[in-house]
């Protein structure tokens, strides 16, 4: 099939698996549907009555064409009986949205309403169309090994078996109505599905470039990219990318085929596979739109582009890089609107907040932010530096690079090609008359030694470490070189932050976790509550996970603290005498809270 997208038959075979059913499943498949319907007040018993006698009448109907096809030695054509379901979702007596939870709970899987845009060509194609055709089934996507697969009878043990077999992983089935997959099957099977499946949403939305590409004389990889299925892949990716609230959109070569992920809630999820032969033309294509060198395949390189979807208008950072298998391309989506810079809504306990905001209205000093990539650092900066800029105050910042531009604030780009660092453009900076500057990273002893220099001298200055918590970053400036009196004279206070996933409103369920589990957290709260984890569904991409919530460990720099360092306390002294929550006590408050599960407590906020 000549498509977008290649497939791999080498798949392994795996045994026979059976359908879990529960207790609940069982209960609710003793009561009839009907008597379920009116029940949730769905339908009227009138209402019910004609859909009876609407489903009676067809099953006479087909069973008359039977008769008549065996009769005249026709081929017999497979026909079934509709369940009630589909008589009363064709009727238009009950709404899909209302009818398919009812139906899937009865079944004891989850309902799902079937959509092109909920379909990924990549699962599609483990199935061949006959399998699809002869179980009426549609798969839709395949995470951590497991393929999900749309039934009409998710009961059907032969058919998950036989597609278990086939796709050589587990199959996870979940219930739609078979009208639903009458209409989407022949068109997921077509040639152009992989392209048009992706941009089935852009009716609505177009993508705009701030300012037309230029017209150059390109190779053909060019000449490719000029053709419609890469512009749309490409305006595909960034749509999806800031309607799924994604950080990152990753395009990287592979052996078979292009790999196209998303960077949601902190982790990678893969989004479509195209064929590998598109790659130079996908890349191509981003470097036009990022006025980058097309021509260069050698060098890493880096741009920015602006984009405007139905008036929202939406920034991105590229980064090419040189592999082995072609040209590595990451987009850091800068989405302003999915963005408030507010102290008030970082999530930070009330407590911390006032203590923040007693560290923000110090005349001079340093306050640091720490944390690992991708911690939310960058956004709590840029809150601060809301609270605080104003028309009577000179606040100047030096980025790497500058991703968001704040009305008041004077942002300065370090520009590493043209010998600007850090160090040398926060020098220039103390010449301005600044009130407060911003170092987006203290990366060196230079950086640190100006910083911490400026503090000194009645500036307050707020930069960002990489450590594991507040207290560590006393003894990060100690390791680049910098004197323990002059950290003590200067710092104000840290803030360690996190980024914890928050569990799935729609699959999220209540458990007792083991004692085995919560000696692992030093836990000493009460059980009885029980705690949360989510099983996975359609609408959190099987992840268990829909957002993320901070979490904030605060180290003031108190007189004592001061006197700790200057008497040459190591890291456990300083963390023994730190008061107010720690990360692992505001990761449990959540967790407490069936905000998030242990296990992302365990993997965002246990230090060592």
């Known amino acids: 099939m000549n498509s977008l997208f290649e497939i791999d038959h080498d798949h392994s075979v795996l045994p026979p698996i059976t359908l879990p059913r529960d207790a609940a499943a069982i209960t609710n498949a003793i009561v009839p549907l009907g008597r379920r319907l009116i029940e949730a007040g769905l339908i009227r018993e009138d209402q019910l009555e004609t859909a009876l006698a609407h489903q009676a009448a067809e099953e006479e109907r087909l069973r008359a064409i039977a008769l008549r096809e065996n009769s005249s030695n026709e081929p017999a054509t497979r026909r079934t009986f509709k369940r009630l379901g589909e008589v009363v979702s064709e009727l238009g007596l009950v709404d899909e949205s209302n009818l398919l939870p009812l139906l899937g709970e009865q079944l004891g899987v989850e309902g799902v309403r079937l959509r092109e845009g909920l379909i990924d060509p990549a699962a599609v194609r483990l199935v061949p169309r006959e399998v699809a055709e002869r179980f009426h089934v549609l798969p839709l996507m395949q995470v951590r090994g497991e393929l999900t697969v749309a039934m009409a009878d998710p009961q059907d043990l032969t058919a998950i078996d036989a597609l278990s077999r086939l796709a050589g992983c587990k199959i996870r089935p979940v219930f739609t109505l078979a009208s639903g997959i009458d209409r989407l099957l022949p068109r997921c099977y077509e040639e152009d599905f992989a392209v048009d499946s992706v941009t089935a949403d852009m009716d609505v ?74 790659h130079a033309a996908i890349v191509s294509r981003i470097k036009v739109m990022a006025k980058l060198d097309i021509a260069e395949h050698r060098q890493p ?41 507010d102290l008030n809504r970082l999530g930070l306990p009330p407590d911390s907040l006032t203590c923040v905001r007693r560290m923000l209205a110090r005349p001079h000093g340093l306050v640091l932010v720490t944390g690992p990539t991708g911690s939310g650092k960058t956004t709590t900066l840029y809150s601060a530096m809301e609270l605080i800029k104003g028309i009577e105050r000179n606040v100047i910042t030096v980025e790497d690079p500058v991703e968001y531009q704040i009305e008041l604030i004077n942002q300065v ?44 001298t009645g500036h307050l200055v707020l930069s960002t470490l990489h450590t594991n918590d507040s207290a560590s970053a006393i003894t990060r400036l100690m390791d680049m070189g910098v004197e323990r009196f002059k950290i003590a004279a200067s710092l104000v206070g840290v803030v360690a932050q996190r980024l914890m ?85 505001e990761g449990l408050r959540l967790a407490e809270a069936n905000v998030t599960s242990l296990e992302e407590v365990g993997r965002v906020a246990l230090v060592d």
């Open 205 to 278: 939305e177009q993508l705009e470039l701030e300012s037309d590409a230029i017209d150059l004389d390109l190779p053909d990889s060019q000449m490719l990219a000029e053709g419609s299925p890469v512009i749309n892949l490409v305006n595909y990716a960034i749509i999806q990318a800031v309607r799924q609230g994604a950080s990152d959109i990753h395009i990287e070569a592979g052996q078979k085929s292009t790999s196209v992920r998303f960077r949601i809630d902190g982790l990678l999820r893969e989004i479509m596979k195209p064929r590998k032969d598109m």
């Open 501 to 585: 996933r928050n569990l799935c409103p729609g699959c999220k369920e209540t458990y007792y976790p083991s004692s085995k589990l919560l000696e692992q957290f030093h836990y000493q709260g009460d059980v009885r509550h029980g705690f949360a984890r989510s099983r996975g569904c359609t609408e959190c991409f099987e992840s268990g996970y829909r957002g993320r919530s901070g979490i904030y460990e605060l180290f003031e720099c108190t007189q004592p603290i001061r006197t700790l360092i200057n008497n040459g306390a190591d890291l456990e002294q300083l963390r023994a005498a730190q008061q107010g929550p720690t990360l692992l006590s």
């Open 301 to 341: 390189q880096d741009g920015r582009l602006h984009v405007r979807i139905n008036r929202r208008d939406v920034d991105l950072r590229v980064s090419t890089l040189p592999t082995v298998l072609g040209e590595k391309v990451v987009m850091r989506v800068l989405d302003r609107q999915n963005v408030t810079f």
């Open 413 to 456: 780009h370090v520009q590493k090609e043209s010998g600007v660092t850090f160090a040398q453009a926060l020098r220039s900076i103390l010449r301005q008359d600044p009130d407060v500057i911003m170092v987006g990273e203290i990366r060196d002893r230079e950086t640190a030694e100006t910083a911490i220099q400026a503090a000194l």
